[in-house]
């Protein structure tokens, strides 16, 4: 239930403080706002600045993609640079959140 995954979700926080504290510390900072850094999902529309553009492309622009999510297919995680996106692509990326503004706009 409910609290047996609130539980399991403790004793994963607790595990990874202890494995990699200063991935935690991290993710905290950025969690409230102290790196100014996004982790966002972005899907490439059809006709938006994204569809045809390489996966290399973005990473110029010091946006990572970490994965490629597309309805009916598995996770692509790690895309190679010369990947092309295409529309319906939901992407899985991090950088400065002034790059993800630019490339969401």
Same mark, same amino acid.
């Given at each position: ?21 200063? /991935?935690?510390?991290?993710? !905290?900072?950025?969690?409230?706002? &102290?790196?100014?850094?996004? $982790? %966002?999902?972005?899907? @490439? ?23 490629? /999510?597309?309805?009916?297919? !598995?996770?692509?995680?790690?895309? &190679?640079?010369?990947?092309? $996106? %295409?529309?319906?692509? @939901? ?15």
């Amino acid at each position: 239930g409910v609290a047996e995954c609130a539980a399991m979700s403790a004793a994963q926080r607790l595990a990874a403080l202890a494995l990699r504290p200063r /991935v935690v510390d991290f993710l !905290d900072a950025a969690i409230g706002g &102290g790196v100014s850094f996004a $982790l %966002e999902e972005v899907e @490439v529309a059809e006709d938006g600045p994204l569809a045809g553009r390489s996966v290399g492309d973005l990473d110029q622009r010091q946006v990572r993609v970490l994965a490629i /999510v597309r309805e009916g297919r !598995d996770h692509e995680p790690n895309p &190679g640079s010369d990947r092309v $996106l %295409e529309a319906g692509d @939901v992407l899985i990326v991090v950088g400065p959140s002034e790059r993800l503004d630019e490339i969401i706009r």
